[in-house]
């Protein structure tokens, strides 16, 4: 599923460092974008939040290369220009297009180490306790829209294939998902036998994408699409791309610097920057999108600063090989973790590993790449729409017959699909000119990103506009953090490492450090906060009063009795 979003950068980014029509850079950028999702997740699932999660490059990250390569600067030259003309060797072609990579590069890397930083420092974890329903709710639904031309890009290329993969996904997730059908099975106390096994459950993505690749390979054979590279319908043929898997390399390891020194501006360091924070909110969310699909917890504090500095630190290594983008959580993914009812981490190390192998391998990267766009584009269409309804999900803790609630949630998500739109009509956005091509650069980004407005004016109304914990729906959620020791599946123990937790925890400094398995949110230097030491609710007999008691450092606090 991470495929589709994966193989759209490579195609992307050339266009815009005057590369465009150069094969073989699209080649290496596939295999260097490949390598590093496969890179990233591998770390992330071992070392970072250590949830089922894909990592890979995100299309937000074409926006400030866009911002940047509009500039005067980095207009491409004509093939008149003389230096190009004149030449006689490829190296000053490539200096073109290596030259942009470099400033994309060195940008990337610095607002990498900028989320490093935030992850390693805790003040992500500081943030989060202005997160809540309110700000998670818009920023996951409006990654459904954002991802809309994507999605029509894929599909029309051929409709009609397009929605049988969406009705195949359909069927196989949702009408058969209950029925297991008998298949043969063997085990070391009964042998051969006979076991009912949810194929369709568990295989319905590959079983949608399968059944219609088979169906365009058929149509191929059968000429039914015609081979004339002028026809419409010659882009859903099986065949139409065979010529990258012919042409691409059977090995390729991607090293540090093999473009030459990055360079750093200041605007591409700001453009960079506010995409790296949307991507962190966005990555916030997934984390606790994915933990409700795999039915755990929410994950914890240091969890949290762990995998977002893991993400930084991956960015960092993709901007150092040229990836030309960050890597960041995959949404789709954990849509089909919703529909497959897998997350075991052994199934995304595989994938982790698969991705690496496909990044080092050309060849067999180069066969992912034949799929049909429709084939893909259907059911990623289906699982984008999962996402939307997983982010709509989280409403289920406020309290939706509040006046407040719907005000803030209806404003946040209003404004956020609108301002995109005006900022695509030119006339309108020139309104919003301050004179400064670096300061319009940035405001466009941050305006033309509607998941970034809808977060944002989300939590800025959530957190200013008054409502009781209730309202906000801050006691159910802050009640799903607590661990459920009777349920080891519902333990945050999952987020900890383990055999080397119980060696960690034997360093009591540790339990200082924001990414370390033993640090506690409450815990912290006595001369910025009281050490608690116990934070807990109690109701009485009839459940109708709570009780928030807090024995701190030198001080105990027992708060009056709120109705729940």
Same mark, same amino acid.
């Given at each position: %599923? ?14 815009? *460092?005057?590369? +465009? ?5 699209? /080649? ?13 997740t ?41 230096? @190009? ?15 942009? %990579? ?31 329903? @309110?700000t998670?709710? #818009? ?18 290329k ?52 399968g ?12 000429d ?14 099986? =065949?139409?791309?065979? =010529?990258?898997?012919?042409? $691409?390399?059977?090995?390729?390891? #991607?090293? #540090? ?20 924070l ?10 606790? $999108? ?18 977002? /500095? ?9 901007? %150092? ?15 089909? *973790? ?6 075991s981490?052994?199934?995304? @190390? ?17 066969? @992912?790449? *034949?799929? #049909? ?27 939706? =017959?509040?006046?407040?609630? !719907?005000t803030?949630?209806?404003t ?8 995109p +739109?005006?900022?695509? =009509? ?21 305006f033309?990103?509607? %998941?970034? !407005?809808?977060?944002?004016i989300g ?11 209730? +309202? ?8 799903i ?22 060696? *960690? ?38 459940g ?21």
């Amino acid at each position: %599923m991470c495929i589709g979003g994966t193989l759209s950068m490579p195609y992307l980014i050339p266009g815009y *460092i005057c590369a +465009e029509g150069n094969y073989d850079v699209t /080649a290496q950028l596939m295999s260097i974008t490949l390598f590093m999702c496969g890179i990233a997740t591998i770390l992330q699932t071992l070392f970072g939040i250590r949830l089922g999660i894909v990592q890979g490059g995100s299309n937000l990250y074409i926006l400030p290369i866009v911002a940047m390569m509009s500039s005067d600067k980095w207009k491409c030259p004509n093939s008149e220009d003389s230096h @190009l003309q004149n030449s006689t060797i490829a190296g000053d072609k490539d200096e073109v297009w290596q030259l942009r %990579m470099r400033e994309i590069q060195g940008n990337l890397i610095v607002a990498s180490i900028t989320q490093v930083i935030l992850g390693c420092t805790g003040i992500i974890g500081i943030l989060l306790k202005f997160v809540g329903p @309110l700000t998670i709710a #818009p920023t996951i639904t409006l990654i459904g829209p954002m991802l809309i031309g994507v999605l029509i890009q894929l599909n029309s290329k051929h409709w009609g294939v397009a929605f049988l993969s969406m009705g195949l996904t359909l069927l196989f997730s949702g009408y058969l998902a209950n029925f297991n059908p008998p298949i043969p099975g063997w085990s070391m106390d009964r042998h051969c036998h006979i076991v009912k096994f949810p194929i369709f459950q568990l295989f319905s993505v590959l079983l949608s994408i399968g059944v219609g690749w088979f169906f365009c390979y058929t149509l191929t054979v059968s000429d039914v699409f015609a081979d004339n590279i002028t026809d419409v319908n010659y882009v859903v043929r099986t =065949d139409a791309k065979l =010529d990258a898997v012919f042409n $691409a390399p059977w090995l390729y390891w #991607p090293y #540090p610097f093999q473009f030459g020194i990055p360079t750093v501006s200041s605007v591409g360091f700001v453009g960079f920057l506010i995409v790296t924070l949307v991507s962190v909110l966005e990555s916030v969310c997934d984390y606790h $999108a994915a933990a409700r699909m795999s039915g755990v917890p929410p994950p914890p504090p240091h969890a949290v600063n762990r995998g977002i /500095a893991m993400e930084g630190f991956a960015s960092i290594i993709s901007g %150092m090989v040229g990836a030309g983008h960050g890597t960041t959580s995959y949404s789709q993914n954990i849509g089909a *973790i919703g529909i497959t009812r897998v997350a075991s981490r052994a199934v995304f @190390l595989t994938a982790g590993i698969i991705l690496l192998v496909s990044g080092v391998v050309g060849k067999f990267g180069a066969v @992912l790449t *034949i799929i #049909p766009d429709p084939v893909v584009g259907g059911v990623l269409t289906v699982l984008c729409g999962m996402i939307m309804g997983s982010g709509l999900s989280t409403l289920q803790f406020i309290e939706l =017959d509040s006046t407040r609630n !719907l005000t803030v949630l209806g404003t946040s998500l209003i404004v956020a699909l609108m301002m995109p +739109e005006v900022f695509k =009509d030119t006339e309108m956005a020139a309104k919003f000119k301050t004179g400064y091509s670096d300061l319009d650069q940035i405001v466009q980004l941050l305006f033309g990103t509607s %998941m970034f !407005l809808g977060g944002f004016i989300g939590c800025i109304l959530d957190n200013t506009i008054p409502g009781t914990d209730k +309202e906000r729906g801050l006691l159910s959620w802050r009640a799903i953090l607590k661990d459920n020791s009777e349920n080891p599946n519902h333990s945050v123990d999952i987020y900890k490492y383990p055999y080397v937790t119980k060696f *960690i925890e034997r360093v009591k400094c540790c339990s200082y450090i924001p990414i370390s398995p033993t640090f506690d949110k409450e815990v912290k230097c006595s001369c910025c906060y009281p050490k608690v030491e116990n934070d807990y609710f109690e109701t009485d007999e009839k459940g109708e009063k709570l009780v928030r008691k807090v024995a701190a450092e030198n001080n105990v606090m027992e708060m009056d009795k709120k109705e729940t």
